[in-house]
């Protein structure tokens, strides 16, 4: 019997924030003028290009003086500006520099950008050759090129920064349905939790299996059976549908891909390939004949060389400031309770391997005894325990716990190579005890310090949320991701964000 759905509200991008007046002012231009402020901004930064070229050239003189003979004004390079914009314009088209494409990076919009414009300069050169004669500066020309991939460089940047901000806020997302809660869905959920930045609000998931259609995944909702399908999109806005269901439900797809069709709603196909990401498969070639093939996960070889030089240059550079401060630390909580300075505890690591992890003390000596006295007040989801005004902190405890200056004494497991400064956080043996399946994945690399969870939104996470985030990183490792967390990991100490 098909369930009715109340039409509540959509669920909200992970670490979403009450609106502020750059958000509400956002909301409110209308997504179609993007596209032509884009045109706009990039045609005025074009020009500003073509007359900072001029102001090197014949101004500054770079490089190579200007004979006075051949000194020109700017009106006599007015032409050539505006047919450097038209030139731009086109090649810029042609070149795929406004093709939408989420996952497309700065680097990447860089690249294609200066390809588009070397050949939009050449041809404005050899118009000049034709047309021109000699009299003009081909130099400036070569200055022009760099101007412009300059500038909108700086451009894309800022644009791929605010648009990020705002779609992790809930502006200018599209608000997606998920079909199917296995393993794909549940990869899918998390590159969807992991990048808020690629603008997909998921408002919940349907599948056939009973446990699944009626757990939700953290934040993300249980729409219910695949007979809900149809009126979840007469109820919710739904602007795409992502289908995860494996290869033997062709008839069911060809049916959701109807009602998608009628409904008015874009459908999208998540080929139920081995249940493999990107990164976990190789396509290779035998003379015209696809080969799909396995291939290690990220952190294995050099990759993991890679991370354990990161690992050991942090400790040595965070060595410097760790052990001035743990002195401090030590003495404030000699003076402040009585017990051990440093607290050991049994945590499981890589490949579900127990090690013991160091940590200050920041609750009272009897702390693992009480826990079942505040049981009632645990706020965590899943299997872990956290209270946000737990009473068994010390006075100094809070201040620690809150800036997370009592997990310095972790730099010795990352030295003895039991944790990496950056991966999932280790549970205690009891916590991953009770793991579901798909919750042993994070197992799979080194636990951390600090991670992916810990910077989109710490404590304030369910564990669902934190499992998916803690997989994708896994999955998608790479040393750019580890000094993206790294730097901001500082900001997120520092304002204690989530932290408890």
Same mark, same amino acid.
Request: net charge positive; glycine share 8%.
């Given at each position: 019997?098909?369930?009715?759905?109340?039409?509540?509200?959509?669920?909200?991008?992970?670490?979403?924030?009450?609106?502020?007046?750059?958000?509400?002012?956002?909301?409110?231009?209308?997504?179609?003028?993007?596209?032509?402020?884009?045109?706009?901004?990039?045609?005025?930064?074009?020009?500003?290009?073509?007359?900072?070229?001029?102001?090197?050239?014949?101004?500054?003189?770079?490089?190579?003086?200007?004979?006075?003979?051949?000194?020109?004004?700017?009106?006599?390079?007015?032409?050539?500006?505006?047919?450097?914009?038209?030139?731009?314009?086109?090649?810029?088209?042609?070149?795929?520099?406004?093709?939408?494409?989420?996952?497309?990076?700065?680097?990447?919009?860089?690249?294609?950008?200066?390809?588009?414009?070397?050949?939009?300069?050449?041809?404005?050169?050899?118009?000049?050759?034709?047309?021109?004669?000699?009299?003009?500066?081909?130099?400036?020309?070569?200055?022009?090129?760099?101007?412009?991939?300059?500038?909108?460089?700086?451009?894309?940047?800022?644009?791929?920064?605010?648009?990020?901000?705002?779609?992790?806020?809930?502006?200018?997302?599209?608000?997606?349905?998920?079909?199917?809660?296995?393993?794909?869905?549940?990869?899918?959920?998390?590159?969807?939790?992991?990048?808020?930045?690629?603008?997909?609000?998921?408002?919940?998931?349907?599948?056939?299996?009973?446990?699944?259609?009626?757990?939700?995944?953290?934040?993300?909702?249980?729409?219910?059976?695949?007979?809900?399908?149809?009126?979840?999109?007469?109820?919710?806005?739904?602007?795409?549908?992502?289908?995860?269901?494996?290869?033997?439900?062709?008839?069911?797809?060809?049916?959701?891909?109807?009602?998608?069709? *009628?409904?008015?709603?874009?459908?999208?196909?998540?080929?139920?390939?081995?249940?493999?990401?990107?990164?976990?498969?190789?396509?290779?070639?035998?003379?015209?004949?696809?080969?799909?093939?396995?291939?290690?996960?990220?952190?294995?070889?050099?990759?993991?060389?890679?991370?354990?030089?990161?690992?050991?240059?942090?400790?040595?550079?965070?060595?410097?400031?760790?052990?001035?401060?743990?002195?401090?630390?030590?003495?404030?909580?000699?003076?402040?309770?009585?017990?051990?300075?440093?607290?050991?505890?049994?945590?499981?690591?890589?490949?579900?391997?127990?090690?013991?992890?160091?940590?200050?003390?920041?609750?009272?000596?009897?702390?693992?005894?009480?826990?079942?006295?505040?049981?009632?007040?645990?706020?965590?989801?899943?299997?872990?325990?956290?209270?946000?005004?737990?009473?068994?902190?010390?006075?100094?405890?809070?201040?620690?716990?809150?800036?997370?200056?009592?997990?310095?004494?972790?730099?010795?497991?990352?030295?003895?190579?039991?944790?990496?400064?950056?991966?999932?956080?280790?549970?205690?043996?009891?916590?991953?005890?009770?793991?579901?399946?798909?919750?042993?994945?994070?197992?799979?690399?080194?636990?951390?310090?600090?991670?992916?969870?810990?910077?989109?939104?710490?404590?304030?996470?369910?564990?669902?949320? *934190?499992?998916?985030?803690?997989?994708?990183?896994?999955?998608?490792?790479?040393?750019?991701?580890?000094?993206?967390?790294?730097?901001?990991?500082?900001?997120?100490?520092?304002?204690?964000?989530?932290?408890?």
């Amino acid at each position: 019997m098909t369930t009715i759905l109340k039409p509540l509200k959509p669920t909200q991008t992970m670490g979403a924030k009450p609106d502020n007046w750059l958000i509400s002012l956002a909301r409110r231009v209308n997504p179609a003028w993007w596209p032509l402020l884009l045109y706009l901004s990039d045609l005025l930064l074009i020009g500003l290009a073509f007359l900072l070229s001029y102001w090197v050239r014949y101004q500054l003189q770079w490089f190579r003086a200007v004979d006075p003979a051949f000194q020109t004004d700017f009106a006599t390079y007015l032409p050539f500006s505006f047919a450097l914009i038209a030139i731009l314009f086109f090649s810029f088209n042609f070149s795929g520099v406004y093709r939408r494409r989420r996952d497309r990076g700065w680097l990447e919009e860089v690249y294609t950008i200066a390809a588009a414009t070397t050949l939009g300069v050449v041809t404005l050169i050899i118009l000049n050759l034709i047309f021109g004669g000699l009299s003009y500066s081909r130099l400036l020309f070569l200055y022009a090129a760099v101007f412009v991939t300059l500038l909108l460089g700086v451009s894309r940047a800022i644009i791929i920064l605010a648009r990020g901000y705002l779609r992790a806020r809930g502006v200018a997302v599209q608000r997606v349905v998920l079909v199917g809660a296995g393993d794909v869905g549940r990869m899918v959920m998390r590159n969807i939790a992991a990048r808020p930045s690629l603008g997909y609000q998921l408002i919940g998931f349907l599948d056939d299996n009973p446990v699944k259609s009626s757990t939700d995944i953290g934040r993300f909702k249980a729409l219910g059976p695949l007979e809900n399908f149809e009126q979840t999109l007469a109820v919710y806005p739904v602007d795409e549908v992502i289908i995860c269901l494996p290869w033997q439900s062709h008839r069911t797809v060809a049916r959701l891909l109807n009602q998608c069709e *009628m409904a008015g709603v874009r459908a999208h196909i998540v080929p139920d390939l081995f249940q493999l990401t990107k990164n976990q498969m190789r396509v290779e070639d035998l003379n015209g004949v696809p080969l799909i093939s396995t291939r290690e996960v990220s952190i294995a070889g050099w990759n993991l060389i890679f991370k354990r030089v990161l690992d050991l240059a942090i400790v040595t550079v965070g060595s410097l400031f760790a052990l001035p401060a743990g002195l401090l630390i030590a003495f404030a909580i000699r003076l402040d309770s009585p017990g051990p300075i440093i607290y050991s505890q049994m945590r499981v690591g890589k490949n579900g391997k127990p090690f013991a992890i160091y940590k200050f003390r920041s609750m009272v000596l009897d702390a693992d005894e009480r826990r079942e006295e505040i049981a009632a007040l645990n706020e965590a989801t899943g299997p872990l325990f956290k209270v946000r005004d737990d009473p068994r902190r010390t006075r100094i405890g809070r201040f620690l716990r809150r800036f997370s200056l009592d997990e310095l004494p972790q730099l010795i497991n990352v030295l003895r190579g039991e944790m990496s400064f950056i991966g999932p956080r280790p549970n205690l043996p009891e916590e991953v005890a009770q793991y579901k399946e798909w919750h042993r994945k994070r197992l799979s690399v080194s636990p951390g310090m600090t991670g992916l969870w810990q910077v989109s939104g710490r404590s304030d996470l369910t564990f669902d949320e *934190m499992v998916l985030l803690d997989i994708y990183y896994a999955e998608n490792w790479s040393l750019g991701m580890d000094l993206g967390i790294l730097l901001m990991t500082g900001p997120r100490v520092l304002f204690a964000k989530g932290a408890y």
